[in-house]
């Protein structure tokens, strides 16, 4: 697996900033079983015999992060929201050998965008996805790419956030 000059990284950070920011059901906090929760939900809906990432909930700090030598994702308080989850989860869904055995991988690259994209539209219910996508292509200074939504990995399985979610 190789992995490619990341030339969309800032300009992804401040889109995916901007669309949780705009967008409640990405801001949405979620407790440290239920990132645990997500996290394994998605692995199971696109790998069903693999292992999904451990998760690290962390107290402080400053970085989220997945990291493909352990096959975890960090999480400090500020990363717990819907829209950080999904963005890490999507890191470690396109670092898998499955998928990226012999591919350049770029790690904020259009394949990661749209993979986010479809994300978002499957574990966060009622966000129009399509007005998150122009709002990366018409993003200033630099717009956001995507690839198409055929190239990107499908689930194996259909499940949603409202599977994840502990009742009250």
């Known amino acids: 697996m190789a992995q490619s000059r990341d030339n969309q990284r800032s300009a992804v950070y401040r889109w995916n900033h ?3 920011d705009e967008n409640p059901g990405l801001q949405r906090q979620l407790t440290e079983s ?3 929760q997500l996290v394994d939900e998605i692995w199971k809906t ?3 015999t693999q292992y999904p990432p451990t998760v690290t909930i962390r107290k402080s700090g400053r970085n989220a992060g997945y990291h493909p030598t352990g096959h975890y994702i960090i999480l400090p308080p500020w990363s717990r929201v819907v829209g950080y989850v999904l963005h890490e989860v999507c890191h470690s869904l396109l670092r898998n050998k499955t998928i990226a055995r012999n591919t350049l991988i770029e790690s904020h690259g259009p394949t990661f965008c749209q993979l986010l994209l479809d994300l978002i539209d499957r574990f966060a219910p009622g966000i129009d996805v399509i007005k998150l996508k122009r709002l990366g292509k ?11 939504p055929f190239l990107v990995p499908k ?3 259909s499940m949603s956030l409202a599977a ?3 009742p009250e």
Do not use: G
């Open 18 to 20: 901007r669309i949780i």
């Open 34 to 36: 239920e990132c645990r």
């Open 46 to 48: 696109y790998f069903p």
């Open 138 to 148: 018409t993003q200033k200074p630099r717009r956001v790419r995507f690839a198409s």
């Open 155 to 157: 689930p194996h399985t």
């Open 164 to 166: 994840c979610t502990q």
